[in-house]
């Protein structure tokens, strides 16, 4: 079993890299449960809060991409949810740590913030991409886990992140 995870800072094109790329290579694939969260219950949120989507997020993964799947997409995973706690509350729930080294099917494409950013009322973090982009580098590579990065704009990016898959597989 193999989970391809596109991951990175705000506005760095996860959701549009996780549709094409399961369309592209028919794979199924899970979009970012934290958006469709806090669509439905507004922006606000604790840390409690930030656990239960966690959680919510593991279910609608398994959903979307059965654990009897060979191969799917994840638009981001509990990585991202560490980091988002740790930067707005300072510290990571237990139960996101502890599943974050559960993960072990996890391989990245870490996107590069090089796209224009894309004004959103759940994104925070216009002049931060680098540096979160970088925890989530760091991340990674302290689980030593695969990864390859993703750069470009438009049909290059797309045409990148095909290519970097098929590196991954």
């Not at 922006?43 to 609608?60: F, K, T």
Request: net charge negative.
């Amino acid at each position: 079993m193999i989970r391809i995870v596109i991951t990175g800072a705000e506005s760095s094109g996860k959701s549009s890299l996780t549709k094409h790329l399961g369309e592209v290579f028919e794979l199924p694939y899970a979009l970012e449960y934290a958006r469709y969260y806090l669509e439905e219950n507004g922006p606000e949120y604790d840390l409690e809060q930030l656990r239960i989507m966690s959680r919510l997020h593991l279910n609608y993964q398994q959903e979307k991409v059965p654990i009897s799947t060979p191969c799917g997409i994840f638009d981001t995973d509990l990585i991202n949810y560490k980091i988002w706690a740790e930067e707005v509350f300072g510290c990571c729930p237990a139960e996101v740590s502890t599943g974050i080294e559960q993960e072990t099917s996890h391989v990245y494409l870490l996107c590069k913030p090089d796209l224009p950013w894309e004004p959103d009322p759940l994104r925070k973090n216009q002049h931060d991409t680098q540096r979160l982009y970088q925890r989530h580098l760091d991340e990674i590579t302290r689980l030593k886990r695969p990864y390859e990065l993703v750069e470009g704009c438009g049909r290059e990016r797309m045409d990148n992140a095909e290519a970097a898959l098929r590196r991954l597989l």
